[in-house]
């Protein structure tokens, strides 16, 4: 839920921003809102890397390193969306990010985890009522506002 209030706030202030710069951008404003939304998962990586780490399937070895390495990801995404001639190319990696992710998602719910606290007290399978349509969003997002 945090994701996508970052992720629309700052939508809601790029479009307020453009307005009254007499330069009216709404795509734009969906970029940089993204961005901003990237660079703010990617410091959850950081800071509950244990959590983070028990959402990936056993089978993935070097967990806290895979969670370095795509904290790192999402930040080079966040930049990446920012700068024209990147632009294109960061949109399909991160469309391909996103739905990479998306069985890490997946297992988390199964397993109850509660990612902030890295407990199995969290709110499980029906979290994923939210979760997917999110991962649609974000993915539609980034599309839209980069790709078309």
Same mark, same amino acid.
């Given at each position: 839920?945090?994701?996508?209030?970052?992720?629309?706030?700052?939508?809601?202030?790029?479009?307020?921003? /453009?307005? +009254?710069?007499?330069d009216f951008?709404? *795509?734009?404003? $969906?970029?940089?809102?993204? #961005?901003?939304?990237?660079?703010? /998962?990617? +410091?959850?990586?950081?800071?509950?890397? *244990?959590?983070? $780490?028990?959402m990936l399937? #056993?089978?993935?070895?070097?967990?806290?390193?895979?969670?370095?390495?795509t904290g790192m990801i999402e930040i080079a995404a966040a930049v990446g969306l920012l700068i024209p001639d990147t632009r294109t190319?960061?949109?399909?990696?991160?469309?391909?990010?996103?739905?990479?992710?998306?069985?890490a998602n997946i297992n988390a719910a199964m397993k109850h985890l509660n990612m902030e606290k890295a407990t199995l007290d969290g709110p499980g399978p029906e979290y994923l009522r939210f979760r997917m349509p999110l991962q649609l969003l974000f993915i539609a997002w980034v599309y839209w506002s980069c790709l078309l």
């Open positions: 839920m945090k994701v996508l209030i970052v992720l629309l706030a700052t939508f809601g202030i790029g479009l307020i921003v /453009t307005k +009254l710069t007499d951008n709404i *795509k734009l404003s $969906a970029q940089i809102a993204m #961005a901003v939304m990237m660079a703010f /998962t990617a +410091l959850g990586h950081f800071k509950f890397t *244990k959590g983070m $780490a028990m399937p #056993a089978s993935i070895p070097y967990k806290k390193q895979v969670v370095y390495i190319l960061t949109a399909w990696c991160l469309i391909l990010f996103f739905i990479v992710l998306t069985p």
